[in-house]
């Protein structure tokens, strides 16, 4: 592989594992506090849908934006609905919410745009604008450092930077702040944290709020900064590949970003190349489609490392009387 | 919680009926709100799907898909196991039929109906032993592995699709058509032999039979076998189970075995009583499908039939909506998700009402 390849190949890697990043944090932040989230799926395509249609009808991305986040936290809430106020199956809720975003989206999609269920394709104002970092310009010929810093990390949309900046912020939640510690204690043992006098639910709550948050930006990120414009299922599995990712950081923020670069670079290779040679082993593009998947289960079974999930999650909490 | 002081007909029947008439007022005022008339949808979809024989026919179609999808979640979900992995369990039972049907030269399709259903229950087997046995050995979460195996069951079916079993020279990623003797009889057919008339057009097939044969199998080995008490008691409770001396890995992984192979059983009638060959996606979200069937009908074969009948006419009226007005298929998926929403996890919403409607009936 020449060095032009494997720039371009590291380039779209970054782009690919934004909403990964967002969609595993926010799974992330979720599990920590107990609440299992396989709508992380569903809720991406729901935001994808409303950053496209609310920027294409405005004109400007952010409105989409806060539109995609907001719908996506309206999403997060009724799950919170069912599986912790009713104390329903958190995965039972989950399935719902990604068969309601499939079919939602394309029934209001055909209905307001009438092309199939796809938005308007977007442009100026109504897409992510790409930013240059300082210098990009400057250091671009400037060997190693220039094709690093031009070609890969500079030229993105905002998003892709914030997705960054949320790896260190959601660790310093974790592990740095009273909020964070209760978070995490609620999802190991909430009738500890019940005994403490800290509402429960409250916290569960908020943490399934911050989830619609990400998961919001996520898919805001995917259909006007990755792609421009929506289509019917355009998150394709993406949601399951955060969950894998998270599973595969064994639920840890720096471990998740390490994860997302990975699956994001199979993702990348594939779209690039349609077979690879592997010191002579033709390896299909079916297989590294199914890689993220395949290693998730070779964690989760424990033969490398054992994954294992907060104590309390998918449990809701029925306090004592 | 306060599932004693409901009576066991209501469970079985007004719990689950108000959460279907839930979400059936909600897809109403959907389509109230997109512009079109609910009342005259659900009469297109009521004439689309019963209207003729035709619309019968498909009905009955769908719903032996649902059957089998359902039936695999209802068996999972008596053992307290949610697989999720009905979908890819069926691809790989589609791909299970098509090598039975593709490499071995069937005399006629009695025959090649038994060999493949058996191929397919195999694969479909096989694909839910993993996720099984990674439970009951490794514990490892069984809803995620068997999400995770339906994607990789995907990449796989997408593999030998395109690189093993397209013929030479063809565009798309399917297999070539199966011998005209795997060609199972249509309905058509068989009531034709009892001079029944039936359109001709529909796929449904002589499945639809083994379906409901498979209805009253899974009821026997539930309620009538040593099994299939062991299944039901390892559900109710795992450690008095344990403490009877039930094995929780080995019902584990029998019960996956179960539900993959009623799973793969559904590709007899899509891949071998429809298509007559095999393509990327065969399935067509069946197995997720199968989470609503089994939700809906508790858990029970003769409910899993009922609810499968209902999600057959969903999708029969379903594609006549879509064909004679301006909503979309999906529309079927999102009621679809509302019954999932309603019946699974906001359950305790529409029973906690129901009870205490009970409970002010006794006091008085």
Redesign the interface.
Known sequence: MDMMVLVQVLESTMRLATPLLFACLAGLISERAGVFD?GLEGKMLVAAFMAASIAFVSGNVWIGVVAAVGVSVLMSLMHG???IT????????G??????????????A??WF?QG?RTPSLSGNARMARIDLPFAEALRDVPVIGPIYHGILSGHALLVYVALLCVPLTWFMLFRTRFGLRLRAVGENPAAVDTAGVSVVGLRYAAVAICGVLCGLAGAYLSTGLSAGFVKDMTA?RG?IA??AM?FAKWRPWHALGAVFLFGLLEAVANRFQNIDILGVNL?V??M??LP??L??VI???FVGKAI?PRAGGAAYVKEH | ?SKGRIPHWADVTLVPLTSVLLAFVISAI?IWA??ESPWAAVKLMVEGAFGSSYGWGYTLFYATNFIFTGLAVAVAFQARL?N?GGEGQALLGGLGVALVCLYIPWPHWSLALIAASLGAAVFGAAWAF?PGY?QAR????I???T???N??AA??L??FL??VLRPQGAQDPSSPRFPAETALPKLHEILGVFGIPFSTVPPVNISLLVAVGMCFAVWFMLWRTRLGYQIRAFGESEPAAEYAGISPARITIYVMLISGALAGLMAVNSVMGEQQRLVLNAVEGAG?IG?AVA?MGRNHPFGVFLAAMLFGFLYQGGAELALWT???R?????????V??FT??????VRIPIARLFAMRGAR
Do not use: W
């Open positions: 396989i609905l069912a599986s009713f104390r329903g199956n958190q995965l039972i809720s399935v719902a919410i990604n068969f309601l975003a499939a079919g939602i989206t394309v029934v209001i055909q209905n009438r269920g599995g399951f969950l894998a599973i299909p079916q297989a489609q199914a998947y395949i998730t289960v989760l079974a424990g999930p | 919680m959907l997109i512009g949610f999720i993993i990674l490794r514990g490892s979460h809803v995620i592995t999400i995770m195996f994607f990789i990449s796989l997408g593999y395109v690189n997720f989470i939700l301006g909503i979309p999906e529309l079927i998926v999102v009621i679809q998700a509302l999932i929403l699974g996890a906001l359950d305790n919403m």
